[in-house]
């Protein structure tokens, strides 16, 4: 995931209008009806969910961009911070996410939630218009309360314990913060609890393992949300650190183990990880969550390890995640 496109806010310090807000939503899966794993991938309808999101994805990273940059410099701060708040409350104003008409389109909200919530964090503190604070926080709101709703009422099952769920659970838990919203932080705080507490003795998510060849992948989609849920958790003083005989230690371990060589996620699903087989290679963003986790757990060794992915970020986690936890906005509120 690259950080290195052109930003929002340009060296002429004029601020760009936001994109056309989303309003509605509505797509299938990404794969074929008869797929009981869920790892068997319909190209047509893959393109499908991925054009639907992609002006979604493609504005997250835009601000994320704009975010970090007034985190690093006092230079023109308040104008960036002003800007990313601007274009954010352009979108809240018009409802964005307002009209989901699938539940696919339910599912995949969740972590652009997240993305939104933490771009918030980061500039919120420098912006000066309160007002369009007060509107985006009002929009945030509106969004999180229909996806606790959703996940409790309409998600299916096996999804309940899987990785959309937790990024449901991060983006909950940062407006929760943001609003100072006890439903929504306890609400995150069980939902982190319920995902760790699925996890095998030996680390494996039963719900990741059964996707085939995505196996491993979506093992690694589902550590990065419950990592930073449960040191947010941790800094608000809901600790679940340790729970279920040390699940997320026990996560995050069988987890790097197997990018090895996938073999026990091999062993669990019966099919050839797509990390191995030529299908997928391993990308830094995918273990952005390593700066998080160090920060709930130290550990030289693992430190020593994630130098290969760094520098590590994801817009959906904020963007630069070494800035992010080094500085307060890992520690506010």
Same mark, same amino acid.
Not at 35 to 62: K, Y
Not at 236 to 254: E, H, M, Y
Not at 268 to 296: C, H, I, K, N, R
């Given at each position: 995931?690259?950080?290195?496109?052109?930003?929002?806010?340009?060296?002429?310090?004029?601020?760009?209008?936001?994109?056309?807000?989303?309003?509605?939503?509505?797509?299938?899966?990404?794969?074929?009806?008869?797929s009981v794993s869920r790892s068997d991938i319909d190209e047509?309808?893959?393109?499908?969910?991925?054009?639907?999101?992609?002006?979604?994805?493609?504005?997250?990273?835009?601000?994320?961009?704009?975010?970090?940059?007034? /985190?690093?410099?006092?230079?023109?701060?308040?104008?960036?911070?002003?800007?990313?708040?601007?274009?954010?409350?352009?979108?809240?104003?018009?409802?964005?996410?307002?009209?989901?008409?699938?539940?696919?389109?339910?599912?995949?909200?969740?972590?652009?939630?997240?993305?939104?919530?933490?771009?918030?964090?980061?500039?919120?503190?420098?912006?000066?218009?309160?007002?369009?604070?007060?509107?985006?926080?009002?929009?945030?709101?509106?969004?999180?309360?229909?996806?606790?709703?959703?996940?409790?009422?309409?998600?299916?099952?096996?999804?309940?314990?899987?990785?959309?769920?937790?990024?449901?659970?991060?983006?909950?838990?940062?407006?929760?913060?943001? #609003?100072?919203?006890?439903?929504?932080?306890?609400?995150?705080?069980?939902?982190?609890?319920l995902l760790q507490c699925e996890a095998n003795p030996d680390?494996?998510?039963?719900?990741?393992?059964? #996707?085939?060849?995505?196996?491993?992948?979506?093992?690694?989609?589902?550590?990065?949300?419950?990592?930073?849920?449960?040191?947010?958790?941790?800094?608000?003083?809901?600790?679940?650190?340790?729970?279920?005989?040390?699940?997320?230690?026990?996560?995050?371990?069988?987890?790097?183990?197997?990018?090895?060589?996938?073999?026990?996620?091999?062993?669990?699903?019966?099919?050839?990880?797509?990390?191995?087989?030529?299908?997928?290679?391993?990308?830094?963003?995918?273990?952005?969550?390593?700066?998080?986790? /160090?920060?709930?757990?130290?550990?030289?060794?693992?430190?020593?390890?994630?130098?290969?992915?760094?520098? /590590?970020?994801?817009?959906?986690?904020?963007?630069?995640?070494? /800035?992010?936890?080094?500085?307060?906005?890992?520690?506010?509120?």
């Amino acid at each position: 995931m690259s950080l290195l496109a052109t930003p929002v806010f340009a060296a002429n310090e004029t601020c760009a209008a936001a994109p056309e807000p989303v309003i509605t939503l509505g797509f299938g899966s990404r794969y074929t009806d008869d797929s009981v794993s869920r790892s068997d991938i319909d190209e047509a309808s893959n393109a499908q969910v991925n054009a639907a999101l992609g002006p979604i994805d493609d504005f997250l990273r835009d601000l994320t961009r704009v975010a970090n940059a007034a /985190l690093e410099s006092e230079e023109n701060r308040t104008e960036k911070a002003d800007c990313a708040i601007a274009q954010m409350a352009t979108w809240a104003e018009a409802d964005a996410f307002s009209e989901l008409n699938s539940i696919g389109a339910n599912f995949s909200i969740g972590a652009r939630l997240a993305g939104f919530a933490m771009t918030y964090r980061q500039v919120a503190p420098y912006s000066t218009d309160p007002q369009a604070r007060q509107v985006i926080e009002d929009w945030l709101g509106r969004r999180i309360d229909e996806q606790m709703t959703f996940w409790e009422e309409d998600a299916t099952s096996g999804a309940k314990t899987g990785n959309l769920r937790g990024w449901a659970a991060l983006g909950v838990n940062l407006v929760g913060q943001i #609003r100072n919203d006890p439903v929504a932080l306890s609400w995150s705080q069980w939902s982190a609890t319920l995902l760790q507490c699925e996890a095998n003795p030996d680390g494996s998510l039963p719900q990741e393992m059964r #996707r085939g060849k995505y196996a491993l992948h979506y093992q690694l989609h589902a550590v990065a949300p419950m990592v930073l849920t449960t040191l947010l958790l941790e800094q608000q003083g809901r600790s679940i650190k340790g729970i279920c005989d040390n699940a997320l230690d026990r996560i995050v371990a069988f987890t790097i183990a197997d990018l090895e060589a996938g073999e026990a996620s091999e062993a669990y699903s019966g099919e050839s990880q797509s990390l191995f087989d030529g299908t997928d290679e391993l990308e830094s963003f995918q273990m952005a969550w390593l700066e998080a986790y /160090l920060v709930l757990s130290p550990n030289p060794d693992l430190d020593a390890y994630a130098d290969q992915f760094r520098p /590590l970020s994801h817009s959906k986690m904020g963007g630069d995640q070494a /800035l992010l936890w080094a500085s307060p906005i890992g520690s506010d509120g």
